[in-house]
C-alpha cells in the first residue's frame, strides 16, 4: 500500500489533481515537504509515486519493455489519440509498431526534413517587417504545424491543408488551462460537461478528416512522406495497417510532434533575448554562416545546440514521464509492489542542484562543459519508449533558430518575466513571447 509506506499530500485526490494542473511548482513543493519519492493522487485511490533521481531513472528505463507499461499518464492521452497510438500501446505490439516508425525518423529520412523546416521557416518570416510585432508562440507554432503537416502527409498549401491547420488547433485547445482536468481524470471524461461535448465534436471533425486523407491516399499511394511509409507497412501475414491503427498514429505524430517543438522554440527565443551574453555568443557562432547556409553544418554548432538543451532543461514542454509497473521492482532500494504507477520527474530532475549548479539560471554553458548521461538529462523521456521525435525536434529547433536569428535583430516587448501555463499535458509560456522586429539583417 503505496499511501502508507511513502509520503504524499492529504488532501482529496481532487483537489491534488487540481494543484498538479493549475501549480507548475506543485511537485516541488511536495518534494520539499516530503522527500523522495512521495506520492500523488490522480484519481480516486490511486496513488502516483514520483521519483526525480538518475539512479530512479536508470532503474525504470532499463527494465524489461515488459515490466513497465506506460500507464495512466499515456492513457490519458487516449482521448486525444486514440487506443492505438505508438503512446498507449504496450509489450511487444509497441516494440513492432516502434520498429516500423523509426526509419521514418533517422538517417536519410531526418536529412529530408531540413529542406522542409528551411523553407517553411523562410515563408513564415517573409511577411516580418522592422518595427512589428511578433508573437512568437503563435509564429513557432504555424512554423511546426507546417512542417509537420508536410512531412506527415507531404501537405504545403492549399484548402486541404488550411483546414488541418484549423482543426487541430481547435482540437488541442479544448484541453487548455484548467480543461486539462478532463485529460488528466476520467472521472470527468462525461457528456453531462460542455467540454466534453466540445470535444467529442471536435473527434468527429478531425477523424472525418483522417480517415478521408486516408481514403485519398489509397488512389494516389507512393508519395515521399511518413504516411506513405506507415502505408507500406506489413505483418508477418502479408497485412497493412488497420484504418483505425493508422489514424491514431497519424493523429499522434501531427500532436506530438507539433506543439512540443514550437513552445520549446517560444521559450529558447525568450530566455535566449533575455540574456544578452547568450545572444551574443549564439550570434558570434552564428557570423560565418549566410542567410543560405549549409543546414548540417549548423544543426552540429556546439553552443546553438547547448542552447537547445539549456531550453529543455529548464523548460522540458512534458514535465514528467510514467510507467506502471507489471512486476515488484526495486526502485533507489525501496520495494515498489507491482501495479504502482511510477512517475520519473523530468522537471524536478533538471532543477536538482547537485546535477545542474544554480539550476535556475538559463546557462548553455553548462552543456558545454559536461557530458549528461540520458539518466540525467531526459526532456525525451527514455528506455523503449523514449521520444521518436528526439532528432526531428532538435533538427527543426535549431534550424528555425539559426534562420531567423541571422535575419533579424528582435528584441523582448516586455522584459516582465513569464511563467508557464498549462495547454494539455506541455507548459508554454505565458503570453506567448511577444517580440518587436527590430532590424532586418539578410534577404
Ligand atoms: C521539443 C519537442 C519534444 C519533446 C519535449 C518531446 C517529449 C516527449 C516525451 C517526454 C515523450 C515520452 C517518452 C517516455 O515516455 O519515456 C515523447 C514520446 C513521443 N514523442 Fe516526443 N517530444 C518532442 C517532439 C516530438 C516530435 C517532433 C515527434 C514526431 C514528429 C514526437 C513524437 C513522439 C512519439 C511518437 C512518442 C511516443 C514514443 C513511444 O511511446 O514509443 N515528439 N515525447
Redesign the pocket.
Known amino acids: 500500500m503505496i499511501q502508507k509506506t511513502f509520503p504524499g499530500p492529504s488532501s482529496p485526490w481532487w483537489w491534488q489533481t487540481y494543484s498538479l494542473i493549475r501549480d507548475p511548482d506543485y511537485t516541488n513543493k511536495c518534494l520539499q515537504k516530503y522527500g523522495e519519492p512521495f506520492y500523488i493522487m490522480l484519481e480516486p485511490k490511486t496513488p502516483f509515486l514520483f521519483f526525480s533521481h538518475p539512479k530512479a531513472a536508470r532503474e525504470v528505463f532499463t527494465a524489461h519493455y515488459n515490466d513497465v507499461f ?1 500507464g495512466p499518464v ?1 492513457e490519458s492521452l487516449q482521448p486525444l489519440l486514440g487506443r492505438e497510438s ?2 498507449l500501446i504496450d509489450g511487444d505490439k ?1 516494440l513492432k509498431m ?1 520498429r516500423f ?1 523509426t526509419p521514418a ?1 533517422t538517417g536519410n529520412a531526418m536529412h529530408s526534413y531540413g529542406s522542409v523546416i528551411r523553407d517553411t521557416t523562410l515563408r513564415n518570416i517573409e511577411s516580418w517587417r522592422e518595427n512589428s510585432h511578433v508573437v512568437i508562440q503563435e509564429a513557432m507554432q504555424d512554423i511546426s504545424l507546417e512542417v ?1 503537416l508536410q ?1 506527415v502527409f507531404g501537405l504545403k498549401e492549399g484548402e486541404r491543408f488550411q483546414k488541418y491547420k484549423q482543426v487541430l488547433v481547435d482540437y488541442i485547445s479544448v484541453f487548455n488551462g484548467k480543461n486539462a482536468i478532463f485529460l488528466f481524470s476520467t472521472a470527468f471524461q462525461k457528456e453531462i460537461f460542455s467540454t466534453w461535448r466540445k470535444y467529442l465534436k471536435m473527434v468527429k471533425m478531425v477523424d472525418e478528416l483522417i480517415y478521408g486523407e486516408i481514403e485519398l491516399r489509397k488512389k494516389k499511394p507512393n508519395q515521399q512522406d511518413i504516411f506513405s511509409r506507415l502505408l507500406t507497412i506489413r505483418d508477418e501475414s502479408g497485412n497493412g495497417l488497420s484504418e483505425v491503427t493508422l489514424r491514431d498514429q497519424l493523429l ?2 501531427l500532436l ?2 507539433h506543439e ?2 514550437a513552445s ?1 522554440l517560444a521559450w529558447a527565443f525568450d530566455w535566449i533575448h533575455r540574456n544578452p551574453i547568450v545572444l551574443e555568443t549564439l550570434c558570434r557562432e552564428l557570423q560565418p554562416f549566410s542567410a543560405n547556409f549549409d543546414i548540417e553544418s549548423i544543426a552540429k554548432l556546439p553552443y546553438l545546440d547547448a542552447v537547445c538543451r539549456e531550453t ?1 532543461r529548464l523548460h ?3 514535465s514528467d ?1 510514467g510507467r506502471l509497473l507489471q512486476r515488484p521492482m526495486s526502485i533507489m532500494g525501496h520495494e515498489i509492489p507491482a501495479k504502482t504507477n511510477v512517475i520519473i520527474s ?1 522537471s524536478l530532475m533538471h532543477r536538482r542542484p547537485d546535477l545542474y549548479p544554480e539550476p535556475h539560471l538559463f546557462d548553455p554553458q553548462r552543456f558545454i562543459e559536461r557530458e549528461y548521461s540520458s539518466y540525467e538529462y531526459i ?12 532528432h ?2 532538435f533538427y ?2 535549431k534550424i528555425v533558430l539559426a534562420y531567423i536569428l541571422l535575419h533579424f535583430q528582435l528584441k523582448l516587448y516586455s522584459n516582465k518575466p513569464v511563467s508557464p501555463v498549462r495547454r494539455g499535458v506541455t507548459f508554454l509560456p505565458s503570453g506567448g513571447v511577444p517580440m518587436v522586429v527590430e532590424k532586418k539583417l539578410a534577404d
Open positions: 506506460a499515456s505508438l503512446l509497441h516502434r516508425m525518423f509537420i512531412a499522434t505524430l506530438a510532434g512540443t517543438t520549446a529543455l522540458p514542454i512534458v514521464v523530468i526532456p525525451f523521456g527514455g528506455g523503449a519508449r523514449r521520444c521518436l521525435g528526439i526531428f525536434a527543426e529547433m
